[in-house]
């Protein structure tokens, strides 16, 4: 009996211990998958202001939402005015005051090409 519970506690430990290495690798690279991001200013974010060319900033990143608009539970009429614009009233309140769901703020990270320059001005 000792020498299974023994077992059973080396092993919850080793996988316990193999899971965090793994966090920390995964961890690890992901800055480097941001470290060649655009800076983009709001002049040329406002140049992608369609329906074909959708680019959105939305909490200092910018987003190219060309792709996703017709895949929106909502016509793409209620996003294109958003588009070429920093959008994060938009993506918080959908018009109406309640916030997009944790997977829709998840799914937004695959369309990111850049981060909004500061200081950045519509001038």
Known sequence: MKKLCYSAFVAF?????TLLALQAVATDEAPDTQAGAAVISLEELAVHNSEADCWMA?????????DYLPKHPTPASMLVPWCGKEATEGMRTKGYGRDHSPMAWEMLQTYE????ADGASAD
């Open 58 to 66: 939305i909490e200092g990143k910018v987003y190219n939402l060309s």
């Open 113 to 116: 090409v850049g981060t909004l």
């Open 13 to 17: 430990w080793s996988s316990i211990a």
